[in-house]
């Protein structure tokens, strides 16, 4: 069954650490998604990618740098974690936009809590 | 501003009755999303529209493209539908931006 899959799903780190996040779809997607959701905020985008190698900046790309190496995986960086980051991070992934249907699917979120 | 905002940020609702939210955009929107946000965190897709209408079972989801703005009408609620709603709204390059969602509570 497609999917996408978030690692790890809770995560604890100090202020100033490095933290990667990881997203793996299956869904055979061109478009990768990385979002913060904050009470208030609803869903925000950080980073997102239509293809290995590409990489576009979303709305709040401050303190996050993002990687899509292969057409499945997408990863999320935090290089100077700060406590303003912490946060539940969701990821998705979209396939063709000619389509009557959404296929956009989200992963089950990572917790991450920067002390 | 919010280039996706929805309206109202929280609702109650008796089972059986019939509610309707809205979404407002201030960017050009070529699509909208709905989605669910269930009590457990998982994220469900509802309607996917371009400009026009949409019906499933007691769901309704409207897209008005030339007067910026989304509906989505729930009738005869049951306790289920209870959650956060989150419209969606796809911008040109394929970026998708996300309102603030609209907490709905259903009663018995």
């Known amino acids: 069954e497609a999917a996408v899959t978030q690692s790890p799903r809770n995560k604890v780190t100090v202020t100033g650490g490095n933290v990667t996040l990881s997203c793996r779809q299956t869904?055979?997607?061109?478009?990768m998604y990385w979002y913060r959701q904050d009470t208030g905020h609803g869903l925000r985008l950080i980073h997102y990618?239509?293809?290995?190698?590409?990489?576009q900046i979303g709305d709040v790309p401050d303190g996050y740098k993002a990687t899509r190496t292969t057409q499945e995986d997408f990863f999320l960086l935090l290089e100077l974690a700060s406590p303003s980051q912490t946060s539940l991070y969701f990821c998705a992934s979209s396939g063709s936009r000619d389509r009557e249907n959404s296929d956009y699917t989200f992963g089950s979120g990572t917790r991450l809590l920067v002390i | 501003g919010d280039k996706v905002k929805q309206s109202p940020s929280a609702l109650s609702l008796q089972e059986g009755t019939n509610s309707a939210l809205r979404c407002n955009f201030s960017?050009?929107?070529?699509?909208v999303q709905w989605f669910l946000q269930n009590p457990r965190g998982s994220l469900i897709n509802l309607f996917y529209?371009?400009?026009g209408t949409k019906e499933n079972g007691r769901l309704k989801s409207t897209f008005n493209s030339k007067e910026s703005y989304s509906t989505l009408h729930i009738r005869d609620a049951q306790l289920e539908d209870s959650g956060t709603y989150f419209c969606a709204a796809e911008t040109g390059g394929y970026k998708v931006v996300f309102g603030s969602g609209t907490r709905l509570l259903v009663s018995p």
């Open positions: 869904n055979s997607h061109n478009y």
């Open positions: 960017i050009a929107a070529t699509t």
């Open positions: 529209l371009v400009p």
């Open positions: 990618s239509y293809g290995a190698g590409n990489l």
